[in-house]
């Protein structure tokens, strides 16, 4: 992992219970301008939550990503029966456009949707983070297939913005994914086919399986804790990753049932705010005045 991030572990009597929070060894209050005490307050809401036990194993990229890679990419390895099919219809183009972007696009700073306004009209910068939460994804998903992923932060964090970007990464590598993000209804890409389900729900029954063990990566946000979990969260086809509010009402009926990992992405450096706010940050430092000079 780069080595300005560290993981954070709690252990019990029983064994290691793995917190991989994403956190700067530099304190937050040196990196943004929100200051140490939302970081605690962030930090403490996590470590009210149940906590999932998993190995002790700091948390890498999986050597072995290249061969998980190929077993889900592989056509030979699915099967998909007409009676769960049936339950499916083809997706409007756009979303075509979407996974064609993906495949062609060499990704930089930034992950620009902005010729795709009728799926999300955003311009995505892609934060140093994200990179190092796709490799806990990675990892994660080689460790336990029965387990899962609970990216979590506060509002305007990026939580969103990073499902996006982990769309568009997993396309990249050729894989099969169901997305359930804002209101566009459950998207499935498979096998180069792009489907749409009328359903807001999927369930087990409706999914193609993997005989060689793999998985479909299920991506989903909430959000609102009144946004019903996915059913499909609870199924051994699937490999889910959420990114809810801190408030556990979003994810607590599943984290006890799959014992998912559990982290946090970080609050945005001085940089990143440079980056993703242009000369707006200028505004930002006037209004902030002598404690964004000090954090800077």
């Known amino acids: 992992m780069h080595s300005d991030w560290v993981c954070m572990f709690e252990s019990n009597r029983d064994g290691f219970h793995v917190l991989p929070y994403l956190i700067p060894k530099t304190p937050m209050c ?18 009210a939550c149940s906590r999932p036990r998993h190995s002790p194993r700091l948390i890498k990229e999986a050597s072995n990503r290249e061969e998980l890679t190929k077993i889900n990419a592989d056509p030979d390895n699915w099967t998909w029966t007409e009676q769960a099919r049936d339950h499916w219809r083809e997706a409007s183009n756009r979303w075509k456009d979407f996974a064609d972007y993906a495949q ?8 620009d949707l902005g010729n795709l306004a009728s799926i999300r ?7 140093e983070c994200y990179r190092e939460a796709e490799k806990v994804v990675w990892h994660q998903a080689v460790e ?6 609970i990216f979590t932060g506060q509002s305007g964090i990026g939580k969103t913005h990073f499902l996006w970007y982990l769309l568009f990464r997993l396309l990249q590598d050729n894989q099969n994914v169901l997305f359930i993000v804002d209101l566009h209804g459950p998207i499935l890409f498979y ?17 193609p399986e993997n005989s ?72 930002f430092q006037n209004s902030l005045g002598a404690i964004l000079e000090f954090v800077a």
């Open 30 to 47: 040196m990196r943004c301008p929100l200051g140490a005490n939302v970081t605690q307050t962030l930090i403490s809401s996590i470590l």
């Open 191 to 207: 096998l180069g086919s792009i489907y749409a389900l009328a359903d807001p729900c999927p369930r087990h029954e409706h999914l």
């Open 104 to 111: 062609s696009t060499t990704l930089t700073e930034t992950l």
């Open 144 to 149: 336990s297939l029965q387990g899962g992923i």
């Open 212 to 283: 060689k063990g793999g998985f479909l990566w299920l991506l989903f946000d909430t959000p609102n804790a009144s946004t019903p979990i996915p059913p499909v969260v609870y199924s051994s086809l699937c490999f889910p990753i959420q990114t809810p509010s801190p408030n556990r009402a979003h994810f607590s009926t599943w984290l006890k049932h799959r014992f998912p990992v559990y982290t946090a992405f970080p609050i945005w450096s001085i940089e990143e705010l440079r980056k993703g706010t242009g000369s707006r940050v200028r505004t």
């Open 121 to 127: 009209n955003d311009l995505v910068l892609v934060r």
